[in-house]
């Protein structure tokens, strides 16, 4: 921008001067002549072909890339945006510049974190959480972990300080776990894989299942409590290697730094854990044996 804030159009000295056409005396053309939402109104276009010099994009890699699958932001910012990037979208389409006339396949709102006192977080308020002061204190892995598991995706909620605790005692747990299976100390309690293998394997798929829908559909709370349960089952047997895998494999989208620690320094394993597939589920293993059916008959 150029002094006081003016838009950059003001520095063009040549074309800012010009005379009225009405009545001929000297004067200035406009220079606020679009908001800043026009700007990103049409980028996630360009992003697909950023260096091309001849237009704004090719419309082969605009088909590979585009529409947007999900777009995710604040209600407020969500709202603007997409109103001015829809009306971009929607006019270049009818110019055959593009071949859909909606940006953006899916949108979702994320929530607001308050603070602890359940109001909007602000320095006059004094309730404003430093997440670095939590990263210190926590890791880096307590506190994103936490942020999934705090609540829906999409309400948010006010920051508890003792929630953040039990997110931390539990990736204790999972390093706990894997150092002793490291070091082979199993506790006596434990029982044999084998006795136990059938039901394992079931909550195990079971929870394959349930994660993965979650991430998919931003239940990310509810694919941390799952986690939770399914280490709860891992400190009653002794673990074999294809199993310890998979819970990391599960864990890492939430503990990133943690599940690669473990993965390399304490399974051994050369490529990132990042690296890998998706964990794959068995529709057997998965099967109900008994289900509970709620019946009601008058309202009752």
Known sequence: PSAGGRSPLAKAGSWLKAKCPNCGKEGERETDTMDTFVDSSWYFLRYTDPENKKAFADPTKMKTWLPVD???????????????????????????????????????????????????????????????????????????????????????????????????????????????????????????????????????????KKVGEDIENLRFNTGVSELMKLLNEFENYQLPVPVQKTFLQLLA???????EEIWQNVLGHKKSVHLEKWPEYSPELIKEEMVRLVVQVNGK
Do not use: C
């Not at 926590?138 to 999409?154: S, T």
């Not at 989208?253 to 599940?259: N, T």
């Open 70 to 208: 999900l777009y995710i932001g604040g209600a407020e910012h969500n709202t603007m945006h997409l109103l001015y990037s829809r009306f971009f979208t929607k006019a270049l389409y009818d110019l055959g510049f593009l071949d859909f006339d909606e940006a953006f396949t899916v949108r979702r709102n994320r929530g607001d974190i308050l603070g602890p006192d359940g109001f909007k977080m602000s320095k006059s308020r004094g309730n404003v959480v430093d997440p670095d002061d939590l990263v210190e204190k926590y890791g880096a892995d307590a506190v994103r972990m936490y942020l999934a598991f705090m609540g829906p995706y999409e309400h948010g909620g006010p920051w508890n300080p003792g929630g953040i605790i039990g997110v931390h005692r539990f990736l204790n747990r999972v390093w706990n776990l894997y150092t002793q299976i490291r070091n082979k100390s199993k506790t006596q309690n434990s029982k044999n894989m084998d006795a136990g293998r059938w039901t394992l394997d079931a909550v195990l798929h079971k929870t394959i």
């Open 253 to 259: 989208p939430f503990a990133p730094h943690l599940s």
